[in-house]
């Protein structure tokens, strides 16, 4: 019955912006860890930020700080990661995922969304 889904994905030129979206179904998102990760061709995967189910702890890649925030909807049991001032480094797949803490691996994932940076 869990299941994540990811969108808002695609093809985004250097310096520009996407809006990442995993909707979450089967379970209350606000009972659990969530965390994007990323993973480019021939690259181990990544993660990118995690906040704890309280939203007392969040915490981002040093890739990432600055550019990325992650937050969540919980009416609509939905999780975002707003990239800003994405760089040609940023292309990758990415995942959410859930759990009860912060950890990798986490327990329970999603598919995936390309994003590909490129002049």
């Known amino acids: 019955q869990l299941q994540l889904v990811e969108s808002g994905g695609g093809l985004v030129q250097p310096g520009g912006s996407l809006r990442l979206s995993c909707a979450a179904s089967g379970f209350t998102l606000d009972d659990y860890a969530i965390g994007w990760f990323r993973q480019a061709p021939g690259k181990e995967r990544e993660g990118v930020s995690c906040t704890s189910s309280s939203g007392d702890s969040t915490n981002y890649a040093d890739s990432v700080k600055g550019r990325f925030t992650i937050s969540k909807d919980n009416a609509k049991n939905t999780v975002y990661l707003q990239m800003n001032s994405l760089k040609p480094e940023d292309t990758a797949v990415y995942y959410c995922?859930?759990?009860?803490?912060?950890?990798?691996?986490?327990?329970?994932w999603g598919q995936g969304t390309q994003v590909t940076v490129s002049s």
């Open positions: 995922a859930v759990d009860s803490g912060c950890w990798y691996p986490m327990r329970y």
